[in-house]
């Protein structure tokens, strides 16, 4: 079966049923999209299918078919042609945005709210802060670091608002 992350068509001889994880994982070498609770509820899993955020723990390989797939890996490159750049940048402003907030800590969460708010973003490039609440609701993180991480979406906001095509 062929399918395409960030980018590019890859082949996956796994099982049809296999959650979307296990493939980005184990068969593609990708590091973003973690395996948390494998139940879809802490969304460590995350990646964006068609510019929408999924939980890939629970994710049969079958159901993916010709969708574009983007993990954290990717974001670079789904940032540059949502803004139609000529050059894709280092970082997602979403991932600069955390490390210059220091947002995460473990990393357990980073992955899964890192590609929540890059949807949040291109739906809503100015949220509010109870949106940005709404929509990483249901991102678990161990380490507490919420107020952080919040501060580091409206940060990546104001940085993706600096970005001209």
Do not use: W
Request: net charge positive; with cysteine.
């Amino acid at each position: 079966m062929k399918i395409k992350v960030n980018g590019a068509l890859r082949d996956s001889d796994a099982d049809p049923q296999t959650p979307l994880l296990y493939v980005l994982a184990d068969e593609l070498g990708l590091r973003g999209p973690r395996f948390g609770c494998g139940l879809a509820q802490c969304g460590s899993c995350s990646v964006l299918i068609d510019g929408r955020e999924v939980r890939s723990c629970v994710t049969p390989l079958a159901t993916v078919g010709n969708r574009a797939i983007t993990t954290l890996e990717g974001l670079p490159a789904y940032f540059a042609a949502q803004k139609g750049l000529s050059k894709v940048p280092e970082m997602h402003p979403v991932q600069q945005a955390f490390l210059d907030e220091q947002a995460p800590q473990c990393g357990y969460c980073y992955n899964g709210i890192a590609i929540k708010a890059a949807e949040l973003l291109g739906d809503s490039p100015q949220p509010s802060e109870a949106q940005i609440r709404q929509a990483l609701n249901g991102h678990l993180c161990r380490c507490g670091t919420y107020p952080r991480v919040l501060k580091a979406v409206q940060k990546a906001a104001s940085l993706m608002a600096q970005v001209r095509s």
